[in-house]
Structures are given as structure tokens and as C-alpha cells.
């Protein structure tokens, strides 16, 4: 009966963990806030030519309506002259305040264009069980540059679909553990008589 209980125990983890590691690209839909930053909204959505300029000491914090679960962030960014520094860190709101992990440093240099990838899943999970909601864009250092240009953030969060299929095998497993824990309580009523 035990072994019973394993094998179906693997079976729905495996089933609904195998497909929870779908994911669908999200983009921010919100400014949290910002310091210092020239057309900010342009940083909302999926890139498109248009950039948002994080000045030299500013900083956005953009607002996903998905948990990004710590999962990698892409950043599209251009030095907005010959040199930029920056630093990205993600968060969320914990006890009505928005709370941040360990930053991550970075360079963009003579204007090129320049894709970065952050797995923020460490930081992520020093800050909340649940996951994260914000990523903060900082321009620590520039050199003949107005700061750093952000055209597009992106990131993955698990699909709905995956999240409902998990929870199914959850339930699933529960209920076939109180099936077999009511079995056991017959069986020893058996043999108690």
C-alpha cells in the first residue's frame, strides 16, 4: 500500500512540475517610480524603438502584474553616449513597502545596443516565498552619456494553464491520501475484531 501511495505521489509531482516550468514572456505595465528619468512610459511594454532615459543618479522601478518568480529578466539598453554604467535589482512590496534585493552591475558603452540577461532568481527568493513583482534600473556612472536608454523589459512568469495543471495534481494526491489513509483505518477495524 505504500508503495501505492509513492508511486502516485511521483506521478502527479512529475506530471504538474513538468509542466509548470512553462512560461509566457510578460512585460512591465506599471511605473512604480522613478527618479530622474526622461519619457519613462517608453519603458512600459514590449520594445519598439522608443527608448526611456535613466539619467546619471536616476532610477525606474517598473511594475509587472505577474509574478516573475525570479526567473531571467532581459533588458534591451543603449548608452545614451559613450559610456554607462548601471545596476538592476529586483523586488516587492512587503508590508506596503517596496523592498529590493542585492543589485546586479552593468555596462553599455559608445551608443551600441546592447541585451542584458539576469537571473534573479537568488535575489528573488531572499525577498519573498510567493516571488517578485518589480525590477529596479539604476545608471550608477556615465561618461559623455545622458544615461542609460531602456527600450523594452522583459521576462517569463509561469503560464496560468501550468499553475492550474500543478494544482490539480496537488489536490489530486491529497485526495488519494485520505483514500488510503480511510483504507488503513478499515483494514486495522478488521483486524481489531
Request: aromatic fraction near 8%; charge should be positive; glycine fraction near 12%.
Amino acid at each position: 500500500m505504500l508503495r501505492n501511495l509513492v508511486i502516485s505521489a511521483v506521478v502527479l509531482c512529475a506530471a504538474s512540475i513538468g509542466t509548470a516550468s512553462a512560461a509566457v514572456t510578460v512585460y512591465p505595465v506599471n511605473i512604480f517610480s522613478q527618479t530622474g528619468v526622461t519619457n519613462a512610459g517608453n519603458a512600459l511594454g514590449a520594445p519598439d524603438g522608443a527608448a526611456a532615459v535613466i539619467g546619471n543618479g536616476g532610477s525606474l522601478v517598473l511594475e509587472f502584474n505577474r509574478w516573475l518568480v525570479g526567473n531571467t529578466a532581459r533588458f534591451d539598453l543603449v548608452a545614451n553616449g559613450v559610456f554607462a554604467a548601471g545596476a538592476v535589482s529586483i523586488g516587492h512590496v512587503v508590508g506596503g513597502v517596496a523592498t529590493f534585493s542585492a543589485e546586479s552591475n552593468f555596462n553599455t558603452i559608445f551608443g551600441a545596443g546592447i541585451v542584458q540577461t539576469f537571473d534573479l532568481s537568488t535575489q528573488c527568493a531572499a525577498i519573498s516565498v510567493n516571488g517578485c513583482s518589480l525590477v529596479r534600473i539604476r545608471t550608477t556612472n556615465t561618461f559623455f552619456s545622458s544615461g542609460i536608454a531602456l527600450d523594452g523589459l522583459t521576462s517569463s512568469a509561469p503560464e496560468p494553464g501550468a499553475w492550474a495543471l500543478m494544482i490539480v495534481g496537488f489536490i489530486a494526491m491529497a485526495g488519494r491520501l485520505k483514500m488510503l489513509r480511510r483504507s488503513d483505518r478499515i483494514g486495522a477495524l478488521a483486524i481489531a475484531r
